[in-house]
């Protein structure tokens, strides 16, 4: 018998052995899941005392776990959130139903974190474990679309505005020529229609400057040297910073080669360094550093990622008061400036970004308050061998030597009546037979009833209400397709790619009376 109960005492103990090894497998388990949890997890009691946690909810705080468990969970909630918090936490763990999670503002030592709170009671003695998902980045993603779809928006209102500014400055442009055909210098009118002239040419390049910011001006991109064009913007540089500001190049060596607009460029970079001279009131140092750069994997920057690739890189640095955090972020926003009332339009900063990003590069910031700031320009490197051939607009001087007469008959679209006045008398001036039409459908019923000589070119607006210029130009190539057509438009060449091709130019608003005859000049002898 004695030996029966000392089996029976064996076996009770191997059970025993079992439970407490499936037990602690149970809790290593769990200790296994709560320590690495994806997400935070606090455990807190009916007194709101923290009495567990695991480490992704310390992380999130910035703390230990040691400093945290034994406090009151009051302490780590922002005060606007603590009420409503601490009454959904004892209504939980009473046992009533809460619809949803919360989304609150924990504080740590040195840091605010936006999270995600779900809270479920937690066994019978009325405890609630609450669950945390970090938001910082999901914000911070929702903060950049934002900022992309109000940059977008502005960007498209930016576009439209410049089109129909471009419209009235063509015609304002255009007259004032007419008129300085009647009033030469020593007349007492001239001097009042140049002031005019002048004006208008001011408020074009502001336009312009829209058209940057929003990416829709037309680029004449060619395969130049950064240093060729940093060289001769030098003396510019030196003038402009003034003469208690260093301005030190340091030009890299075996640079490689981008395709940009040179004059966009410069607008750039004097944009850039008016700023940092402004930056630098009481004097300091600008340096413009060029180098060779190559990512082989995406590099942050402020706003975006650098894609892998060769760059080459334009440093622009200033020894300045630098820029606060909390303005660094909004710098590429149009309208937006620092300065005072009537020192700035908002559009610098904006307008680099925009020409940078049309060039297909990218722009980078970093500033330090009280130390300085350093814009970097990453520049796609060129992989054409041959530069292209330059078919911007010749200035006026050049045009004035040209002979810019012509016998050919021209059919003028254009709906907005100013600037298709202007454009008749100005070909008309120079010998064109010119037939008009105020849309689309006024210059299909012209074409069906033409008589005699036939056409030699058509100027056509492009934006028109009903028939637009592209579809007017499809039908004419049903008929005539090897006549020569010229689009003009406020917009930029870049929105009318599909639709342009063999014996298809362009001419870009506002232009002038001998930019219009010298491009009708060119196609006619092309």
């Known amino acids: 018998m004695g030996g029966c109960e000392r089996g029976g005492v064996v076996n009770d103990l191997t059970f025993e052995r079992e439970m407490r090894r499936a037990l602690e497998a149970s809790e290593d388990r769990f200790k296994r899941f709560f320590e690495e949890a994806p997400l935070g997890i606090a455990l807190i009691n009916t007194e709101e005392i923290i009495e567990d946690c695991n480490l992704q909810f310390a992380d999130i705080l910035g703390l230990q776990p040691p400093d945290i468990e034994g406090r009151h969970f009051e302490h780590f909630i922002e005060p606007e959130f603590r009420e409503e918090v601490l009454r959904t936490v004892k209504r939980i763990g009473e046992g009533q139903e809460v619809s949803g ?21 937690f066994g019978a003695s009325g405890s609630v474990v609450l669950h945390f998902i970090d938001l910082t980045q999901q914000k911070a993603l929702e903060a950049q679309f934002v900022q992309s779809q109000k940059m977008q928006a502005i960007g498209q209102l930016a576009g439209g505005v410049a089109h129909d ?24 009118s001239f001097s009042d229609i ?21 990416r829709q001006q037309t680029l004449r991109p060619k395969v130049q040297d950064v240093t060729d064009i940093l060289t001769e913007l030098s003396h510019l540089m030196r003038r402009l910073i003034g003469a208690n500001i260093e301005l ?4 890299g060596a075996d640079l490689g080669l981008v395709k940009v ?12 360094a008016v700023n940092a001279r402004d930056a630098m009131q009481d004097g300091g140092k600008l340096t413009i550093r060029t ?95 041959q530069d292209d051939q330059d078919d911007s607009p010749a200035d006026d001087h ?30 008309s001036n120079k010998g064109y037979e010119v037939l008009t039409a105020d849309c689309g459908e006024s210059a299909m019923t012209l074409l069906e009833n033409l008589e005699g000589k036939p ?25 005539s397709p090897k006549l020569k057509i010229i689009f003009v438009s406020g917009y930029t060449e870049d929105r009318l790619k599909d639709h342009m091709g063999e014996g298809i130019y362009f001419l870009p608003k506002p232009f002038t009376l001998k930019q219009l005859a010298a491009k009708v000049k060119e196609v006619l002898e092309d």
């Open 165 to 188: 500014f471009n419209n009235l400055l063509t015609a304002i442009i255009g007259f004032c020529d007419l008129l300085l055909l009647r009033h030469k210098p020593g007349d007492p």
């Open 194 to 214: 140049m002031q005019i002239k002048q004006n208008s040419n001011r408020a074009a390049n502001l336009v312009r400057q829209l058209l940057a910011f929003s």
């Open 261 to 272: 607009d040179g004059g966009q460029m410069e607008q750039v970079l004097i944009n850039l």
């Open 455 to 479: 056409l030699d070119l058509v100027v056509t607006d492009v934006v028109m209400p009903g028939i637009d210029g592209p579809t007017l130009v499809q039908h004419i190539r049903k008929t």
């Open 248 to 251: 030190d190049m340091i030009h």
């Open 398 to 427: 050049e045009q004035s030597a040209k002979d810019l007469t012509g016998t050919e008959r021209i059919l003028l679209v254009e709906d907005e009546d100013a600037v298709r006045t202007f454009s008749q008398r100005a070909l």
């Open 101 to 121: 999670p919360l989304e609150i503002t924990l504080k740590g030592r040195d840091k605010i974190v936006e999270t995600q709170m779900h809270a479920r009671r």
């Open 291 to 385: 180098e060779n750069f190559t990512n082989r994997k995406a590099k942050k920057l402020l706003s975006e990622e650098l894609p892998p690739g060769h760059w080459t890189a334009i440093h622009v640095t200033d020894t300045g008061h630098g820029i606060p955090p909390d303005i660094l972020s909004r710098i590429f926003e149009p309208f937006f400036t620092t300065k005072g009332i009537g020192q700035g339009t908002g559009l610098g900063l904006a307008t680099v970004y925009g020409i940078i990003r049309q060039t297909d590069g990218y722009l980078d910031v970093e500033s330090k308050v009280g130390e300085g700031t350093t814009f970097t320009l990453y520049l796609p490197r060129a992989t054409e061998t």
